[in-house]
């Protein structure tokens, strides 16, 4: 079914004037719209995990969350507390099932901060280690001089 | 006999170590499964099969390790027993005049820290220092109200001492070496006592006797060796007599220098002659009362076991009828 809308000549004409005036100025109010600046990432994001609590804090879901904020600069993954029990296969264990996976999300995500492992054992997985340091952490720094 | 040996060695050292962090394994491959079939080994997501953290205890019922609770923070790594594993550490306190040292540095779950006071020696002008009481160090020095001041003695706070001005007349300041402000304290003592009310002589030696003498202050105590005790009545050879010793400060007792004083009597059949000694009764006297040896009266005589003297004489007379003679004798008997 069409629809027929009997306009009064007067009100028409006038309609057709406003849109002669108004037809240059629509692309400028077009342009104004498209240069609106984007917000810029003024934060950055530190998520602090211990051995115990690293899975509930560390989930998936919370660092996808802040890598899809245009506000989040950079979010860091920061170990707090004591490692001192993980041995060279946990440290290999970690770095393949748990931190690279995240760091995968988004390239917002670094580490930052300091893992106690037992002494000697990360020498034990040099890849490990420098995979380690080379995103961020450092490993037992309290030793190094 | 070696495979023998180094099994038992292993073993020592498998026990050795179970104290220590539990062995985890870590291998590619292990499964949550295989983990927690080892007391002390937890599965996470983050770093697979791993003991439990340093200030973290092992908690059998869930397979996780959990914080230790904030009235005892700290664990060592790899715990094993549950919570009992989370102690708070026990550290010396600092206090007033001293410090509380604890017995141990840790109380485990529980249990509280135990200390010893040990206290301070090097307190101020009194210098005296400090001793524990009870769980505090006070000092070994406290006022008096009479402007002295009493001084610890190991046990317990002596008498007061004072300052010399403080002793009154007849008396005289004794220190121990107490000095406050550079002022020695001591006690005030009176210079000089009957030897009767002397402090620390032994009334009771001198029983039945008279207490002489003086005694005097001769440093802290009084010098005694001038107390006497005289006794009316001792036995001596063949009779009684007084006597007079002088007190004996290591024994306690009257016994040092002992004179004779009177002899009181002699026993039967002994008298004195000199008023000293009894000596038995010689021919021709006789004994005057307790003690005297008297010659017999002229005319008398006395010998033997003869007790009195005795008299015998003859009277000549004339009258008118002619001369008679009366013989007469008798006896004189001893007082």
Known sequence: MKFHKI???????????AAIIG?????????????????????????????INADKVLTMETLQSYA????????????????????????????????????????????????DFVLGEASKVPDDSLWFVKNGWTINKKYQR | MLKHVLFIFCMCLISIGANAMPNCPTADGTTQTDCEQITGCVWTIASGCAACTENNYY??????????????????????NGISDCYKPCETETITGGKRVPSSDKA???????????????????????????????????????????????????????????????????????????????????????????????TSACNGGT???????????????????????????????????FYNASSNIFNIDCVQTALNSCNDGYCSTDGRNCI?????????????????PNGSYRSGSETTCTWDSRTEFSD????????????IIAK
């Open chain 2, 59 to 80: 908690d059998s019922s869930s397979k996780t390790c959990k914080s230790c609770p904030s009235g005892y923070p700290n664990s060592a790594v790899g715990s094993v």
């Open chain 2, 280 to 296: 038995p009764i010689p021919e021709n006297y006789y004994k005057n009362g307790a003690r005297d040896c008297v010659q017999c």
């Open chain 2, 108 to 202: 485990y779950h529980n249990t509280q820290c135990t200390y010893t006071t040990q206290c301070d020696n090097d307190g101020g002008d009194c210098d005296l220092g400090f001793h524990p009481n009870g769980d505090n160090c006070v000092s070994n020095v406290t006022s008096c109200d009479n402007n002295g001041f009493k001084f610890y003695n190991g046990t317990g706070f002596s008498d007061c001492f004072v300052s010399s001005s403080s002793c009154g007349s007849g008396e005289q300041l004794v220190g121990r070496g107490h000095t406050c402000n550079n002022i020695p304290y001591g006690v005030c003592k009176t210079s000089a006592f009957s030897c009767s009310t002397a402090p620390g002589l032994n």
């Open chain 1, 7 to 17: 306009v009064p000549y007067k009100i028409r004409r006038a309609i057709s004037m």
């Open chain 1, 23 to 51: 037809a240059p100025i629509l692309p400028i109010a077009a342009s104004c719209n498209e240069i609106e600046p984007e917000p810029t990432p003024t934060r950055d994001v530190e998520i602090k995990f211990s051995s």
């Open chain 2, 211 to 245: 207490i002489s003498g003086d005694a005097t202050l001769n440093g802290e105590t009084y010098n005694l060796s001038q107390c006497t005790c005289e006794k009316e009545s001792v036995p001596v050879s063949n009779g009684n007599a007084g006597e007079k010793c």
């Open chain 1, 68 to 115: 899809n904020d245009e506000t989040v600069r950079t979010i860091y993954m920061v170990p707090i507390e004591h490692w001192n029990s993980s041995m060279a296969g946990n440290i290999t264990f970690m770095r393949k099932n748990f931190l690279q996976p995240r760091l995968n999300i988004s390239p917002k995500i670094h580490g930052r901060g300091d893992f």
């Open chain 2, 320 to 331: 008118s009828i002619g001369r008679f003679t009366i013989p007469a004798s008798g006896k």
